[in-house]
Structure formats: structure tokens, C-alpha cells
């Protein structure tokens, strides 16, 4: 921050500050514009002109951000970061005006010391290479990024996902297009499997699902997929559908591993899942079994759940607060429908709708109106749900559903 200070100073005056005269000079400017005086000794100390080091005081601090039009030294600090980004932004902005692949992957290389620099360019990147269908000159981009070579957190690859994700269900591509994006690393490992679009499985996600799979592990995922597509489009399962060979799955993400178990849920006589065969069980095993308590209405995992979640809720190590979202409406979903109204009023309560994750939040929503609609007889939720009905286009859930649920 000392060194940025300096650099706005520079400007301010027209040139660096290199010598006793430097420092006479700056200090009168210093003194005329702020009333305040700064001895030139001080000046030079603060330049290191003079070789002694010494650390400045806060009132030469607060001084010297005053002549650069601060009010304070803590002022300039919490600002100065902003004007950092805000310049990167422009350069990023000149950059994507002419979306060239090679300048894109160079400027994001030039950005690898500062990581969140980083993850906020490649989403900027993509928006704008989606909004603006360079949809060719984006993946070459980032396919010189070199994905391969990065590790990213859970939340960071949430974030990009997410981010990237929601505008597929806003833009409009050519089947090429399309083609080209279900193909690339970058969106098959960072987007496609991360924003799993629940209210999409009937348009450009289901094109997705049949597309050629990459991996073992992406191949399990699209099944999975497909059979709750199935289910939502009232088809009959097919029994091999359902199959599960757990020495398969043994060494796939717990996230993953749940959305397999769970789709026995989804079948009219499904039986107890062996969620419990799972060795040191984590939440991320838990999402997709909530998740497909809450689709079929099917509670055999409702106790199994509850146990474990009631050890996750206390647990303030963990941020992930959507994960609980889910678990408030499967709670408030299990007690509607065995009549405990008033528990099912509770866990409504305890949800906050701006929590649930984007992909699922229609589905999820629709849920949460539905509910509320039947416990308390609200007519504008009724309204939301049947509007949200629509909207997702599923056959499971018509009309007749809201009426008989």
C-alpha cells in the first residue's frame, strides 16, 4: 500500500521524487494544498532517499494521502484496492472488444500471482464470449489456459459454474455452436457438471446428457440424469436403469455417488438405499438424496438424513448453508404430507429461497410454493407454483399434481 501511496504522489506532482530538492519542493506543494507541513527530512526518509529506514508515522501518512485527495491514510487503503481492479477491468474490457484467443490466454497467464484476479477474468471471459457467441475464439482461448494444469476448490469451481451456467438458459446458439461447448474441457469439468440445470432437462441440458460422454464418472452422471428426465416425463424406469454395482462408484465425488444412490428413489417400489455403506459419509453425499426425497416424495432415507444432518447443522466449520436450505424443505415436505402442519409451517420458515442454488432453484422453489399453498391455503403462492409449473414444463408436475398433492 506504502508503494501505491508513492505511486499516486508521482502522478500527482508529474515526476518521482529523487532528491533533497525533490523533497523541499514536494513538501512546500504538500504545505500550500493542506495547510499541513511535512519536513523534507521526513520526505526523504519516507522516499528512502536517505538510506536510514524508518517506519512513517501515521500522521505523515494521513498527511500525504490528504495532498493526493484522501481524508485519511485508512481512507486511501480501503479505496485503493478498488482503483486496482478498477483499471484491470479496463484493460480486460479493451481485451474482450477484440476477443482475439491468443491475448485473452496471455492477459489471464500475465494474472496467475493473483488468483482472485484470476477466477473473476475467466468468468468475464466466458459471459462475454457466450453473450457475444465467439463461441469458436472463446474455447480456443481456453484451451491455451491450459485447464488441466489448475486445481480448484469445491467453492471457487461452484462459483464458476454457477456464474457461467445461468446464461444458458438466455442465450440462443446454433446446434454447432452448442456442439463446440459440450466438447471443451473447461465447460464439461467447470460448468456443464457443476450447473446441472434441473429446469432444463428438456431443451439445450438435454442435449448436454446425450452428447457423448468423457469419463466414466461423466457417463454415470448423464444416466443418472436421464432417469430423472424419465421420471419427470412420467416414462416408465427401466429395471437396468436402477442397477447398481457399488464397486463402480467407490472412487467417484460424493456429490456423484449420492445422485446414483438416489435414483432408486424415483422407482414406485424402492427399497432402502445403502447410503449407510458409505465409509465416513459426507454432506456432499447427502444433496442429491434430499434433493430426490423432495422430486418422488419418497421419505424411506428421511430418517438416515435427519440423523446425519442434525450432526452437519451443529458442525460451524461448515459454510455451505444451500445444503441446509434443501434439508429445511425435505423437513417441511416429510411433515406435510404426514399431517404435522404445524412442524411443516416451521421448517418453511426456515428457509431463505435466495439460498438455493441457481440450478435448482425452480424446481426447489416449486416445492416451497406448493407446500405453502396446501398448509396455509395461500393463493399467491398457489399462483407461484403454478407459474413455476409451467415454466419448468414437466408432466410430473401439472396441474393435477398442485390439486392432489
Not at 479505496?79 to 483499471?87: G, K, S
Not at 465409509?279 to 434433493?291: G, K, T
Not at 426425497?293 to 446425519?308: E, R, W
Amino acid at each position: 500500500m506504502i508503494q501505491q501511496l508513492k505511486e499516486q504522489i508521482f502522478f500527482k506532482v508529474g515526476k518521482e521524487i529523487l532528491n533533497r530538492g525533490d523533497c523541499e519542493y514536494l513538501s512546500r506543494l504538500i504545505e500550500i494544498e493542506t495547510g499541513d507541513y511535512i519536513n523534507y527530512n521526513t520526505l526523504r526518509r519516507f522516499f528512502e532517499i536517505e538510506k536510514q529506514h524508518c517506519k512513517p508515522r501515521t500522521s505523515t501518512l494521513d498527511i500525504l494521502c490528504k495532498y493526493i485527495g484522501y481524508l485519511s491514510f485508512d481512507h486511501f487503503s480501503s479505496f485503493n484496492p478498488q482503483i486496482m481492479y478498477f483499471n484491470l477491468n479496463l484493460r480486460t474490457f479493451d481485451i474482450l472488444g477484440e476477443f482475439n484467443p491468443d491475448t485473452v490466454s496471455s492477459y489471464f497467464n500475465d494474472l496467475n500471482k493473483n488468483f482472485n484476479l484470476r477466477l473473476n477474468y475467466i468468468i468475464q471471459v466466458c459471459r462475454y464470449g457466450l453473450l457475444s457467441k465467439h463461441i469458436k475464439q472463446l474455447c480456443s482461448a481456453l484451451r491455451q489456459m491450459n485447464f488441466e494444469q489448475y486445481s480448484f476448490s469445491y467453492d471457487e469451481i461452484f462459483v464458476i459454474g454457477n456464474s457461467i451456467g445461468i446464461l444458458f438458459r438466455k442465450i440462443t446458439l446454433s446446434k454447432k455452436e452448442w456442439k463446440i461447448l459440450y466438447s471443451d474441457f473447461f465447460f464439461n469439468k467447470y460448468v456443464f457438471e457443476v450447473f446441472v440445470d434441473y429446469s432444463s432437462l428438456n431443451s439445450y441440458y438435454l442435449e448436454y446428457l446425450k452428447f457423448k460422454a468423457t469419463s466414466k464418472q461423466q457417463l454415470a452422471f448423464k444416466n443418472s440424469l436421464l432417469v430423472l428426465r424419465d421420471y419427470l416425463n412420467n416414462k416408465d424406469l427401466k429395471a437396468e436403469e436402477l442397477l447398481i454395482d457399488m464397486s463402480e462408484i467407490s472412487d467417484f465425488h460424493p456429490i456423484l455417488k449420492g445422485r446414483i444412490l438416489s435414483i432408486h428413489l424415483y422407482h414406485n417400489e424402492a427399497s432402502e438405499i445403502p447410503l449407510d455403506s458409505i465409509e465416513n459419509i459426507q454432506l456432499d453425499h447427502l444433496y442429491e438424496p434430499m434433493v430426490a426425497s423432495i422430486l418422488s416424495s419418497n421419505f424411506i432415507l428421511y430418517d438416515f438424513i435427519q440423523t446425519k444432518m442434525s450432526y452437519f447443522i451443529t458442525d460451524t466449520k461448515f459454510r455451505s448453508i444451500h445444503y441446509f436450505q434443501v434439508y429445511f424443505l425435505l423437513k417441511a415436505l416429510k411433515f406435510y404430507k404426514s399431517k404435522h402442519y404445524n412442524i411443516a409451517a416451521q421448517s418453511l420458515k426456515e428457509i431463505n429461497m435466495n439460498d438455493f442454488r441457481f440450478s435448482y432453484k425452480g424446481m426447489l422453489s416449486f416445492f416451497y410454493y406448493l407446500i405453502d399453498y396446501k398448509i396455509h391455503t395461500n393463493l399467491n403462492s398457489k399462483e407461484k407454483a403454478i407459474q413455476l409449473s409451467t415454466a419448468l414444463n414437466y408432466p410430473k408436475f401439472n396441474m393435477d399434481y398442485i390439486e392432489r398433492f
